[in-house]
């Protein structure tokens, strides 16, 4: 059974940074992409970014193309969102989600995690 656990969730204030972390069990870890989807108060999800399972292809969404990184440890089956110069419109639930492929994907996962709340206040 394939399980997503995440961490690194808080509050923080305009232009801190913040990397959140998810664990994943289950499966070999390498053979699988990786990604992160948020949602926000009264919206949808929506795709963030998306890492390939040997780590050498990402995807953004592009609100986080130029704030966010996506990155993973295949000896520690973890992945990570590193955010920089966080706003308040990055407000969110943060879910890590995995495929059953090794291909970045921008829609769909597979599985999810449940969940880290991210609050950029002021």
């Known amino acids: 059974q394939v399980q997503l656990d995440e961490s690194g969730g808080g509050l923080v204030q305009p232009g801190d940074s913040l990397t959140l972390s998810c664990v994943a069990s289950?499966?070999?870890?390498?053979?699988?992409?990786m990604g992160w989807f948020r949602q926000a108060p009264g919206k949808e999800r929506e795709f963030v970014a998306s890492?390939?399972?040997?780590?050498?292809?990402?995807a953004y969404a592009n609100f986080a193309r130029d704030r966010f990184t996506i990155s993973r440890d295949n000896d520690k089956n973890t992945a990570f969102l590193q955010m920089n110069n966080l706003k308040p419109d990055d407000t969110a639930f943060y879910y890590c989600?995995?495929?059953?492929?090794?291909?970045?994907?921008?829609?769909?996962?597979?599985?999810w995690g449940q969940g880290t709340q991210v609050t950029v206040g002021s």
């Open positions: 289950g499966r070999t870890f390498v053979d699988y992409a």
């Open positions: 989600t995995s495929t059953n492929t090794p291909w970045v994907f921008r829609k769909d996962p597979a599985y």
């Open positions: 890492i390939s399972g040997g780590g050498g292809r990402t």
